[in-house]
């Protein structure tokens, strides 16, 4: 399945995971306008990509059902250092804009030791999300700031959220060598994600004000990796939903996306 080729690159371990507070592009207007930007995506550029260039799409899982007062529950495993993390918030928090809306995100990037260095991105660590349809749980485990070989820690998982990483975000829905890896997503207790779902070169060396132009920009290849992804997200997000709110998951483009969960 698709989903194989970016996992095996994004197989970090839990232990690494960083935040970096210095960062002067953490400026929270910036990082509000710029979220709403993604906020106000029309419809139209959301079919018009469709699956886009993802190259790895949500895989079902045999999970519990997550829910919370009720909803979906989506939980979200990353750091601040990981590259592939900076890549897959692009395409989450598009997604997920569809539903609710968030507060509080603030710009950062990832690491500059590492892989596809210094690709700027948001993260959630302090965020708040606010829906109706889906409930938003984070956990930004590390900076991008060095610290003893690794980076600072930021917050710490809950047992549960271990569980559920290593248990869905391995076998034998994943390879072996990404068990553990960041990102990773469940949705609902019905798919995960472990990985970045499109090719984080399309963001190098450009900054956050340029991602949300391209983005926003169906014809751009970084739309077609972050929209692309974030159509996926959707489509399995409405399936755990019950297809509403209707005027996202009655798109069409969706209902072609679905079956290549399977």
């Given at each position: 399945?698709?989903?194989?080729?970016?996992?095996?690159?994004?197989?970090?371990?839990?232990?690494?995971?960083?935040?970096?507070?210095?960062?002067?592009?953490?400026?929270?207007?910036?990082?509000?306008?710029?979220?709403?930007?993604?906020?106000?995506?029309?419809?139209?550029?959301?079919?018009?990509?469709?699956?886009?260039?993802?190259?790895?799409?949500?895989?079902?899982?045999?999970?519990?059902?997550?829910?919370?007062?009720?909803?979906?529950?989506?939980?979200?495993?990353?750091?601040?250092?990981?590259?592939?993390?900076?890549?897959?918030?692009?395409?989450?928090?598009?997604?997920?804009?569809?539903?609710?809306?968030?507060?509080?995100?603030?710009?950062?990037?990832?690491?500059?030791?590492?892989?596809?260095?210094?690709?700027?991105?948001?993260?959630?660590?302090?965020?708040?999300?606010?829906?109706?349809?889906?409930?938003?749980?984070?956990?930004?485990?590390?900076?991008?700031?060095?610290?003893?070989?690794?980076?600072?820690?930021?917050?710490t998982p809950t047992l549960?959220?271990?569980?559920?990483?290593?248990?869905?975000?391995?076998?034998?829905?994943?390879?072996?060598?990404?068990?553990?890896?960041?990102?990773?997503?469940?949705?609902?207790?019905?798919?995960?994600?472990?990985?970045?779902?499109?090719?984080?070169?399309?963001?190098?060396?450009?900054?956050?004000?340029?991602?949300?132009?391209?983005?926003?920009n169906p014809a751009t290849?970084?739309?077609?990796?972050?929209?692309?992804?974030?159509?996926?997200?959707?489509?399995?997000?409405?399936?755990?939903?019950?297809?509403?709110?209707?005027?996202?998951?009655?798109?069409?483009?969706?209902?072609?996306?679905?079956?290549?969960?399977?």
């Amino acid at each position: 399945m698709a989903g194989a080729a970016i996992v095996v690159v994004s197989g970090f371990a839990i232990a690494a995971v960083a935040r970096g507070s210095a960062d002067t592009s953490r400026s929270p207007t910036t990082a509000a306008s710029l979220a709403a930007k993604l906020a106000a995506i029309p419809a139209g550029t959301f079919h018009a990509v469709g699956p886009g260039s993802t190259v790895a799409f949500p895989l079902e899982v045999d999970g519990p059902p997550l829910t919370r007062d009720g909803k979906p529950r989506v939980l979200y495993m990353g750091a601040e250092y990981c590259p592939y993390c900076a890549t897959e918030r692009w395409a989450i928090i598009t997604a997920l804009s569809r539903f609710g809306r968030f507060q509080g995100l603030h710009l950062t990037h990832s690491a500059f030791d590492d892989t596809f260095p210094n690709t700027q991105t948001f993260t959630f660590h302090a965020s708040r999300y606010n829906s109706t349809y889906v409930s938003f749980e984070t956990v930004e485990m590390m900076t991008n700031q060095p610290a003893a070989g690794s980076y600072t820690k930021l917050e710490t998982p809950t047992l549960e959220q271990r569980q559920l990483m290593s248990t869905y975000g391995g076998p034998p829905y994943f390879p072996p060598s990404a068990t553990g890896g960041i990102p990773f997503l469940d949705i609902a207790g019905r798919y995960a994600v472990s990985g970045a779902s499109y090719d984080p070169t399309v963001l190098q060396g450009k900054s956050a004000a340029e991602i949300v132009r391209e983005i926003t920009n169906p014809a751009t290849a970084v739309s077609r990796g972050a929209i692309g992804t974030a159509n996926a997200l959707t489509a399995a997000i409405c399936d755990a939903t019950g297809n509403v709110p209707a005027s996202v998951c009655s798109d069409p483009v969706l209902a072609h996306i679905t079956p290549r969960f399977r």
